[in-house]
């Protein structure tokens, strides 16, 4: 977040409780919502309006928690609202499993396609998180 500032300016609230980060641009939000199912943990990535509706999920992915577990990290957001950038921390769940896996992915945010970060224009301005 830009220094000095409170998150509170930054999200919005929705009814279940669930923190939706703004764009900088304030014309939109994201968040991820998290579930197990069995021995899958799905994990639904949102893009939203500036009140943090969106009828369904842009991008669900699923893991089997036998071996691995999810977290999701907003990074940066395109100052004109376009682009946000996430990390993906894939950890293991035992002690003999893989090593932890990084991935950032970078998302369009008025389609929810992803996007290869590396073709956008290199003096695009960001907002970091």
Partial sequence: LPSGSG???WSVTR???VLAIKSPDG???FWVTQRDAGTEQITD???GDA???AAKPVRTKTLDTEKTRRSVTI???SNDG???TF??????TRPDGNETKETMVSLDATNGQEIDASTLAADMVWTEY
């Fill in 45 to 47: 990535y949102w893009l």
């Fill in 75 to 77: 990074r940066k957001w």
């Fill in 7 to 9: 998150l509170e300016g």
């Fill in 27 to 29: 014309n939109r939000t």
């Fill in 82 to 84: 376009r682009y946000v």
């Fill in 87 to 92: 990390r993906e921390t894939d950890s293991p």
């Fill in 15 to 17: 009814p279940d409780g």
């Fill in 51 to 53: 009140g943090g509706n």
